[in-house]
């Protein structure tokens, strides 16, 4: 038999990491091993995410991993990545829930938010202490978040907010919401509002008969004359462009997480071709079988690459929204495919969750869809090539 050659030594990425982004893929690595993986098959059956388990994954750094002070890591954006990509390796929602704390409640109070709401509420996000969630889409406004329905009207010192969001990851367990929403006395302006639990007027129903993500909250957020102070309001923000903004560093993330689910089916497929014998040899031996491989290995090489080289892009301030749309795009669609082959290499097994792969495959129909739909992001991504928007 031939030497055999691992996935990472054939992508041969390691020169390419710094000391610290190597440890932060471990350190994430082993945890997920130690502590998620052995709950998460109970958890998926159960439509449940061990919540016990948020205190280690705030020691971990991983809310807010990216970001500067507060309590942040301020880890490079390729060492966030890695760090998401260890996530999903373990599960998509798990890599959600530390986008959603990280790109979609810490950024925006970051980066919109006044020194007051910042000293308020990031440390308790970093810290774990403290669980948010983002709402933008509604019911009737998924790709087209500017025909949101939800408003805000000026009273007083308060807002009154009333509207409907839907397909809120975390919602159900969030201690607060960024929520988007229209304000009547500024012409319709889109702006972001900090909404704590406890609000009268807000609730988090949870969305039942999950197929896909379901170690994963989600739920949607209802707001009935919501009275929430003026000084919630997000001051920097204005218009649909703020939370886009917020989307653009949640699409890189998943761009990143899904090799690690693509890089768990494609090593759960090698080690089961290896040890499963038909005809009196492993399946591993066979062309069609060694050629699905291949063909995995390649595709996560090609994610990978791309994936660091943006990551590069991105910490050097070089990194624009329609290579995010690539980025995001493209790997998904790889994940996507190769979770798809996976499952049915292990043949009928696979549709059993004694292996991940059914899991993966269920799990990224959501990730294919949320943030921007792999049809949005090919029309962005046209949009740019072609100076010509199809959809506005």
């Known amino acids: 038999m031939a030497l055999r050659m691992t996935l990472d030594a054939l992508m041969a990425i390691e020169p390419l990491l710094s000391d610290e982004e190597r440890a932060a893929r471990d350190a994430t690595r082993a945890w997920v091993n130690e502590r998620f993986r052995p709950q998460l098959t109970e958890a998926h059956r159960q439509g449940e995410f061990p919540k016990a388990l948020i205190p280690e994954l705030a020691e971990l750094g991983v809310f807010g991993a990216n970001l500067q002070g507060y309590g942040c890591a301020g880890m ?37 938010g006044n020194e007051a709401q910042r000293q308020r509420y990031l440390p308790g996000l970093a810290a774990g202490t403290l669980m948010g969630c983002f709402g933008l889409t509604e019911p009737t406004a998924g790709s087209d978040p500017g025909s949101m329905k939800t408003t805000a009207r000026k009273d007083g010192d308060h807002y009154i907010l009333d509207g409907i969001k839907a397909w809120i990851t975390d919602s159900p367990i969030a201690d607060l919401a960024v929520v988007w929403a229209k304000v009547e006395d500024e012409g319709q302006l889109i702006r972001g509002f900090i909404v704590e639990r406890g609000t009268p007027g807000f609730s988090t129903p949870e969305v039942e008969g999950k197929f896909s993500l379901r170690a994963s909250p989600t739920g949607e957020i209802h707001l009935t004359d919501c009275r929430v102070p003026a000084a919630n309001l997000l001051p920097g923000t204005g218009g649909l462009k703020s939370p886009l903004l917020c989307l653009t560093q949640a699409r890189f993330g998943i761009g990143w997480g899904v090799i690690g689910a693509a890089q768990d089916c494609f090593e759960t497929a090698l080690a089961y071709g290896l040890e499963r014998r038909q005809f ?60 798809r082959n996976a499952r049915a290499l292990l043949g009928g097994i696979g549709i059993t969750d004694a292996y991940p792969a059914i899991r993966h495959m269920m799990n990224l129909e959501s990730v294919y869809t949320y943030e921007g739909t792999h049809e949005i992001h090919t029309l962005a991504v046209a949009r740019a090539l072609t100076g010509i928007a199809a959809f506005e």
């Open 280 to 339: 009196n040899r492993p399946l591993a031996s066979f062309q069609l079988y060694q050629a699905e491989l291949t063909e995995m290995a390649t595709q996560i090489t090609n994610a990978q690459l791309l994936a660091l080289h943006y990551g590069r892009l991105k910490d050097q301030g070089r990194l624009v929204p329609e290579q995010v749309s690539l980025l995001k795009r493209n790997n998904v669609r790889m994940a996507r495919d190769i979770a």
């Open 76 to 112: 490079s954006n390729v060492g966030y990545g890695l760090v998401l990509q260890e996530l999903e390796r373990g599960d998509s929602g798990l890599r959600s829930m530390c986008s959603v704390q990280g790109a979609l409640v810490m950024f925006p109070i970051l980066t919109f």
